[in-house]
Structure formats: structure tokens, C-alpha cells
């Protein structure tokens, strides 16, 4: 079909396809049912390999379980569920985009265990993936890794500051797999993102100087035009972006689509989940820093996160001896006398009290938060379970290497990730669970695409965003 004025092919993996991305979003948001028929449609689908479903026999999903009584073994079964699962979604990806498109897969660096596991899926699924985008985090190890198995590498990044820290440590030895260089916008798309802290997370940036400052570093670096640079993050309408199109400043561009294909017949979140997504109004989504990653993320502001703002707004320095400003002892929610407040944040902590916030829990910045006997419980059950799905984890205090700990007090300002994402996507409670959207999920409820309840097939959205649209 004929495409959106100025959109072109592009090469990849070996044949023509549509410079157009399906953004992998873990856990199970995406998984073979969406990227295969983004493949088939002639774009690049990607798995998410981010503790992937595996199947039993009989085709049902297999839970993912851990009885083991150390955090170690655990994180052990915890990796081989994800390689179980990523290569289970690799092949039966790559069967459904029948020799059309590409297949990538999608991992993030601060996952527990993302080495072994790309090395694992990798091995197992050769000739059936691409390349690998990878984010979250400086994947230093990424070009070696895909120079190794002879795919494409695609590191996510949020300036060009950061590609040229990659590229002179790293990259620069792997030229000819650089597949893309993708740009996700820190305040535009979705789930985690590269925010530094240079950055003021209020005032978001225009992405098109900094996607220009990242294809000068690229030239710089003599990196030619043709290795697109992908722009994920806000991606609607292509007409929206028509001058980023066949644009000499910028060089070959790509377009990756994230929170779109969440409404697709083939996408796998749950129904409820999909319905939610039609009713999201501007600023619905939140731009916030509870994730026990560390890095910044965007979610839809439901119940589960208010209640995790509520949470740290009931939250007060302390001192462990009378000083400065901290001349009063806290009496309410604490064990001991070493806690010192100012009087106005006694007071404070006595009226939560007051509301049912019994417990005052220790923070590792010196803070406390307070919190219901049910919320301790379950954040104290939830740190107990961890599994080591994290590299670093603030809410668990659990990493996976050396001595299994990053030694700081675990944060209950944050949450369980692996437990949330699960069970959200496999048809857990929409308010009580984190819903990761990119900022422009309120357009689902503005665009006539989706009038009358309409879910469109993966092709007939991609067919559709060809036409510019």
C-alpha cells in the first residue's frame, strides 16, 4: 500500500520493512500474538523478554511460582522462567509474521539477570530475532553480546550525551550491527525512561533539538545518515511528524509506537485494561519516581498510584539526636526515643496517626512514612518475596551479584514490580495494580479510529498510521 508522504522502507534484518516499531513493553504487554502480526504487517514487532509467558501442553499459561526459601533461588528460577518464556514468544512470534517484517526483542539492562537471559534467548532463537533493543539503564555489554550471536543492537537512550558515553566505551567496536539508535522521550512515552538529573521532569524538553543533538553526536562519531535514529515517546499521528520525515537535519528517521498497539485485537493485556485506556483524559498520566528501579516512569494515574503518593506525603525527616529544627520526639508510630521532628511535623504525624496511619516506617533518607497495620503487612510480606527480578532493587534492597545486597534499608516508598506487573497483566484488579501508558493514551478517547468501541486488528492499525493517521 502506499504510505505517508515521504515514508520510505528501510532495510533491516535482511529485507524491506516499514520504519515503524512496536514499542516491547514487559511484563507480557506485549508478547507474540501483537509483535508477530506487527511483523507480518511489515514493520518490526518486538517481544518483550522481560519474564515472558511460557505455555504448558495444553496451551495454558504457566504461573509463575516460587516456593524456593532463599532470595537467590529464587532469582535462579526467576531467570529460567524469562528465558522459558522469551524463547516460547520468539518462535511462535516469528511463525506468525511468516518471513514478512522483522522480530526484535526487547530487554531491560537493570532486569535481574539480563545478561544470562539475552545470552540464553539469543542462543536459543538463532536466526529468528533481528536485533535487540535494550534500555533501562547504560548496556555497555549490548554490542558485544549481539556481535556474538550476529544481530542488530539497538540501545534506547534519552540524549545524546548518553549514546556518545556508550559509544566510547563500547559501541564503537560493533559499527555495523547498530542497527538504530532509538530516542525515547523521557516525558512523552511510556514505563521507564532515562530522565538524568539534569533534567526538571516539570518542564518537558521539545524532542526535535535533542533527537538533532543525538544525530550530531552520531555524525561526529562517523556513524552514517542511514542508521535511523527511532523517535519513541508521543508517536500518534504521523502527519504530526511530517517534518521529520525525509529531513536532511535529521538524517533516516524511524517511528516507534508504544501505547497504540495496547488496543489492538491481538494485544494481550487483559479486556478491562483495554477499556480503561478509551476513558484516559489529558494529564491522566504521571510522570513519577516510585519505581524500586530508581529511573523515572509513566504510568496512568489510578488508584494504585495515588495511594503510593499519599504514601510518601505522609512521610517526615528525622534526626536520631535533637538538632537544628528536630527539637521534639515523634510519638506515635515508632519503638524508641531516637526519632527527633520538628513540632509542626509531630503534629502532622499525630493527626495520620489519628486517620488509621499507625505504623511510621523507616526510609532510607532518613525519612519515616506512615502507613495502615494492612499496608505494612503487605509491603513487609512483598520484601520478604522478593525475587530478584531487579540488577538493583530500592524496595527489596536485593542485587543480583556479590553478596545479594545493595546494603541500603529497603524503601517502602516503592513496590514490588514483578508482583504489580504480573498480576496486572494477567487480568489482576486495573485500579489496585501499576499501569504503565505513555502520555498520549488520553488520544484513544479523541480519535475517531476508535469511535463506536472500535479495536482494530494490529494491520488495520498500521495500515491506518501509514496513511498518516
Known sequence: MSAFKGLKPIVYGGREVWP????????????HMSSGAWAAAGGIGTVSAVNADSYDATGKIVPQVYAQ???????????????????????????????????NINVLWEMGGAQPILEAVLEKTRGLVAGVTCGAGMPYKLSEIA??????????VSSGRAFRALWKRAYHKVPDLLGAV???????????NGLSNAEDPRKPEDPYPRVKALRDVMRTEGLPDSVPIVMA?????????????????????????????????????????????????????????????????????????????????????????????????????????????????RDRARTWHGAGFVHALRTPDDTVVFVTTAEREEIQQDQKDC?????????????DH??????????????????????????????????FAGHAAYRFKQDPFYSNNFTPTVKQLVDRILTGD
Open 387 to 399: 525475587m530478584g527480578c531487579l540488577s538493583h532493587c530500592g524496595f527489596s534492597s536485593w542485587k
Open 233 to 345: 515517546g508521543g508517536v500518534w499521528f504521523l502527519r504530526e511528524w511530517e517534518n521529520w520525515i525525509d529531513n536532511p537535519e535529521l538524517g533516516g528517521i524511524a517511528f516507534q509506537f508504544g501505547t497504540r498497539p495496547l488496543l489492538t485485537e491481538e494485544s494481550p493485556i487483559p479486556l478491562a485494561w483495554k477499556e480503561h485506556l478509551r476513558t484516559l483524559e489529558p494529564g491522566d498520566v504521571l510522570l513519577h519516581r516510585f519505581s524500586p528501579t530508581g529511573f523515572y516512569s509513566s504510568a496512568v494515574r489510578n488508584p494504585y498510584l495515588r495511594a503510593l503518593e499519599a504514601r510518601s506525603e505522609r512521610q517526615v525527616p528525622y534526626s536520631k539526636v535533637s538538632a537544628g529544627e528536630h527539637t521534639v520526639q515523634l510519638d506515635v508510630g515508632v519503638k524508641g526515643k531516637n526519632f527527633w521532628v520538628t513540632p509542626a511535623d
Open 147 to 156: 556481535a556474538r550471536y550476529g544481530v542488530n543492537y539497538l540501545p534506547i
Open 182 to 192: 532509538v530516542y525515547e522521550d523521557p516525558w512523552l512515552a511510556g514505563g521507564h
Open 402 to 435: 556479590d553478596d545479594y545486597t545493595t546494603g541500603r534499608l529497603a524503601d517502602p516508598r516503592s513496590f514490588c514490580i514483578q508482583k504489580t506487573l504480573q498480576d496486572i497483566a494477567h487480568g489482576g484488579p486495573i485500579d489496585q495494580n501499576l499501569m
Open 20 to 31: 515503524l516499531i512496536e514499542g516491547g513493553k514487559g511484563v507480557a504487554a506485549t508478547n
Open 69 to 103: 526459601l532463599t532470595r537467590k533461588e529464587r532469582h535462579e528460577q526467576l531467570i529460567r522462567y524469562a528465558i522459558d518464556g522469551a524463547v516460547e514468544q520468539v518462535r511462535r512470534a516469528y511463525d506468525l509474521a511468516s518471513g514478512k517484517g522483522a522480530i
